[in-house]
């Protein structure tokens, strides 16, 4: 696959000066809307995570139309419900010598220095005011013994800025969102569509204008416009097939809107999560995250030996290799996610691993039971243990949790500017569908922490700025109209294959190919492969794919056969941009690119930027490139050590 190069591009909308009084100025800079007006505005929010539940409520208590649309039969269960560990924060209630500047450089060097500085200022920021927001919601966060909100420590950082409720604090969080969503539902504001799932974006005379979605109960195909379209769909991780995430999530909202103009930043940065329950067999469908919190006092391990089939209780403490430990004295269990996932990944690979096909690592809460006492293990990681125990058969207090890494969250999205806004005007995109604040890697407990700080406070003062010249007037039916039938065509093609093979078995073929030649680690041979093979691959799709009964009803077959074709597409821009990248930086590691202990060896001179890929639908997809500038954090080696 081929590209060509285009003119570089850059976000204009971050204020110059001091850092620390950047968001404030772009708050004053921006353009309101008063009250009266906003009653006449429309916006569309797509998506009810911890990103679009908190927009829509926010957007709505503030005075504008807004309708909110989600493809599950509720915005609880968005996948936002799964987080486990917990959120970051700079409240310093430890005092531990944690601030906003500190949660800015860690977040910038977790991201391996390739994120823009003004955006993570902001969100470290905005940090402190998520967590008041959800205390007056009523999330029940763990508090220690004075009454105060208690904190943990998570991968990438030295002090306790996590806060958390239990294992359940996604879950939390979401419904604190959930609950102000429905009181503006209840109050007007908010009209709800469940069971919706957006296929195409309404693009007129340039602007971002609605969205084309099917009734997934009655196959209905319905039109919706707006003065403005928000896009909180999350993550593509499930392009790899096996990941955490749920079986729903998908890609297509973000790469419809790539197809009509939006730009597709960083799409390689995928993010491989440490801490996963091993594969156990092909029957899988997913894999289950195990919070990256239980590495506050879990101790990871392997035997010494290679080979060594002994149970976890009969190798003696000289006979573990507490690699993270030993390797990283100054973080310990506590390296970022991408360092301790390769580090898993070698002592796998150096014949050390543990369960079925030694694709394993030891969890290990012996010593923590030691110290703190079973009940006090059980009130801070007690429903993951079950959860644990429930997958496997296998009691984590009596004996080591095996873990492996597996993909989890995606650092690309679509490429927005401070604004949040995308390359289409009118079109803003949050939480994990854009690419902003984490560079080229996410640290733990961050997701939540962006979600948040998009949807309650950033959006809803940088789309009045675009808002205030709404509204925008009538839509141009023919825009309206190209729309629908390129959705109605498209499903009538999927319809009309009736091959012989399910949309599942071509999703798990691209998923394990995927995870094969651009996963954990990419070769420029490895990438070649997947280029070659995956349009191979999308041609037997098209040509043979079974997609069974009809547009005109509920049809899940049909559904997923629509989102697997988008993830074909994907694949081939994610496989192009981490060729294109000859780097390692963060979750992307090019196996020719490391130093001579094995880390991730950035290239700062030709690689210090967003890549930002334009669709073009006759030819080649086009490169821009966003210059990365740093002020305030130097570039330097990463090193945890």
């Not at 491989?272 to 590495?295: A, F, N």
């Not at 390129?486 to 009309?496: E, F, N, T, Y």
């Amino acid at each position: 696959m081929n590209y060509v190069e285009g003119e570089p591009i850059r976000d204009t909308k971050a204020p110059a000066g001091p850092i620390e009084e950047r968001w404030e100025k772009r708050k004053f800079a921006a353009k309101l809307v008063n009250p009266a007006n906003k009653r006449k505005l429309n916006v569309i929010v797509v998506g009810t995570g911890l990103a679009g539940g908190s927009a829509a409520a926010t957007l709505g208590e503030l005075g504008y139309n807004v309708k909110s649309f989600c493809y599950q039969d509720s915005p609880r269960r968005a996948h936002s419900i799964a987080a486990q560990g917990g959120i970051n924060a700079a409240k310093n209630y430890r005092g531990d010598g944690d601030s906003i500047y500190r949660l800015f450089y860690d977040t910038v060097k977790g991201g391996d220095f390739r994120a823009r500085e003004s955006n993570v200022y902001r969100l470290a920021q905005v940090s402190v005011n998520i967590i008041d927001q959800a205390v007056a919601q009523g999330v029940p966060f763990a508090r220690e013994y004075g009454g105060l909100l208690d904190t943990r420590s998570f991968g990438g950082a030295q002090v306790s800025r996590t806060f958390y409720a239990r294992g359940q604090t996604g879950q939390q969080l979401l419904l604190g969102a959930y609950q102000a969503l429905e009181r503006q539902v209840a109050a007007g504001t908010v009209e709800m569509f469940t069971r919706h799932e957006m296929l195409d974006l309404i693009v007129a005379d340039g602007r971002a204008r609605g969205v084309i979605v099917r009734d997934m109960v009655t196959g209905e195909i319905e039109r919706h416009v707006a003065d403005a379209v928000v896009l909180a769909t999350g993550g593509y991780g499930n392009v790899f097939f096996l990941s955490t995430n749920a079986k729903g999530c998908n890609t297509t909202a973000i790469w419809r809107a790539h197809e009509r103009g939006a730009y597709f930043a960083n799409p390689c940065y995928t993010q491989i999560h440490p801490t996963c329950i091993p594969v156990s067999g092909e029957y899988q469908s997913k894999l289950t995250l195990m919070s990256e919190s239980l590495r506050n006092d879990g101790r990871v391990w392997v035997p010494l030996r290679k080979g060594d089939t002994r149970a976890p209780g009969d190798i003696p403490e000289d006979e573990r290799d507490y690699y993270l430990e030993r390797i990283y004295p100054a973080f310990g269990n506590l390296v970022p996610r991408d360092i301790a996932s390769r580090a898993a990944k070698n002592v796998c690979d150096e014949g050390r691993g543990v369960g079925p096909g030694g694709l394993g690592v030891y969890l290990d809460f012996r010593d923590a039971i030691g110290r703190l006492g079973r009940d006090a293990v059980e009130k801070k990681y007690g429903n993951l243990f079950e959860m644990y125990e429930r997958i496997t058969g296998e009691n984590p207090y009596d004996v080591p949790m095996r873990i492996y890494p597996a993909v989890h969250y995606t650092m690309g999205g679509l490429w927005v500017d401070y604004d949040l806004q995308s390359t289409i005007p009118g079109l803003f995109v949050i939480g994990e569908a854009n690419f902003s604040d984490h560079g080229a890697n996410r640290l733990g407990a961050s997701a939540l922490m962006q979600g948040l700080a998009d949807g309650y406070f950033v959006l809803p003062t940088t789309i009045g700025d675009y808002l205030a010249a709404g509204p925008f007037g009538e839509v141009d039916e023919e825009a309206v109209a190209e729309a629908e039938i390129k959705v109605r065509s498209k499903i009538d093609r999927l319809l009309a294959v009736n091959g012989t093979r399910t949309p599942d078995s071509f999703h798990r073929e691209l998923g394990r190919l995927m995870w094969d030649y651009c996963g954990m680690e990419r070769t420029e041979e490895s990438l070649r492969k997947a280029l070659e093979r995956i349009p191979e691959l999308r041609e037997e799709f098209w040509r043979n794919v079974k997609v069974s009964g009809t547009a005109e009803e509920l049809n899940q077959v049909l559904e997923k056969a629509g989102r697997v074709a988008d993830f074909f597409d994907l694949a081939e821009l994610m496989c192009l941009d981490a060729l294109v990248r000859a780097e390692s930086c963060g979750g992307h590691f090019r196996a020719e690119s490391q130093d001579a202990d094995g880390e991730a060896l950035r290239d700062d001179e030709n690689y210090a930027h967003v890549s930002a890929w334009e669709h073009s639908p006759e030819g080649e997809p086009v490169l821009h490139k966003e210059p990365l500038e740093y002020e305030y954090v130097t570039m330097s080696q990463r090193s945890y050590k």
